[in-house]
């Protein structure tokens, strides 16, 4: 049986591309070229890649990028926006809890919850980071973001999601469990073929000295932790209580 996770982004590609969270490419994309100093020569590892925002954008500045997810109509349109404007991006069907690669790449990306925060257990959320290690080189570099645990303490995640506005997704229902650190939702979308969908979902949230033992306990050895605006990445963005997401920047 398909999670959640599965069924919420079939035939969801061009819908997906309309979401307000999905908008602040370029900026992010400045900061994680600030953060490998602009080294083109740097293999790039895309997890949970969507319809490919990231890796464009970076392909189109001269970088090497496979893109990896689990959903095919994500990659569909990943590979159709690729081909419209000729490049050339390994796009691949791959899920993030059994990675095959060994020591293969420079740097890693997992932004916008593509993947991390979204598995049914903290043990498969706990094997996507594990894999992530694996596919570091000595000295590789992971940036991510995920969502931020202190958040949902101090304000309602319904409240956050419905003033956010300007996407195709609803979201409803929120519970958010103090015991697992999940958010339970009811995450309603119209998909690219029309048909409204409704889907019970839930999320986990992680507090930063979580997310900091974590990584350290799959080999990363320098862990930091800042607040994530959408499309404004940055070293100056203390992490708060009012932030929604966390970015983190971890070296092995």
């Known amino acids: 049986m398909k999670q959640w996770y599965e069924l919420l982004f079939e035939d969801y590609g061009k819908r997906y591309d309309t979401e307000i969270f999905v908008q602040g ?26 319809t490919g925002r990231h890796a464009i954008e970076l392909t189109k500045r001269g970088y090497v990028i496979t893109g990896i997810d689990l959903s095919d109509s994500l990659l569909a349109r990943a590979r159709a926006k690729a081909a419209e404007q000729d490049l050339k991006i390994d796009f ?3 899920d993030a809890r059994c990675l095959p690669f060994e020591s293969e790449y420079d740097v890693a990306l997992m932004l916008c919850e593509g993947g991390f925060p979204l598995m049914e257990t903290d043990e498969m959320n706990f094997e996507i980071l594990k ?35 300007g996407g195709q997704a609803a979201y409803r229902s929120n519970t958010f ?40 306990s799959v080999g990363f050895k320098k862990i930091e932790i800042f607040g994530a605006k959408l499309g404004a990445f940055s070293r100056d963005d203390k992490l708060t209580t009012e932030d929604f997401e966390m970015l983190v920047v971890a070296e092995k």
């Open 25 to 50: 490419t370029i900026g992010e994309c400045d900061f994680i070229e600030q953060e490998i100093h602009s080294n083109k020569s740097l293999r790039i590892l895309d997890i949970g890649c969507g």
């Open 92 to 94: 691949r069907r791959l």
């Open 131 to 165: 894999g992530v290690a694996r596919a570091l080189k000595d000295g590789g570099k992971l940036i991510m973001t995920t969502l931020n645990g202190l958040f949902p303490l101090y304000h309602s995640v319904e409240q956050f999601c419905a003033a956010s506005g």
């Open 177 to 216: 469990d103090l015991m697992t650190f999940r958010d339970h939702n009811i995450t309603e979308v119209e998909d690219d073929l029309g048909n409204k969908r409704a889907f019970e979902c839930n999320e986990r949230y992680y507090v930063p000295s979580e997310i900091t033992w974590l990584l350290k």
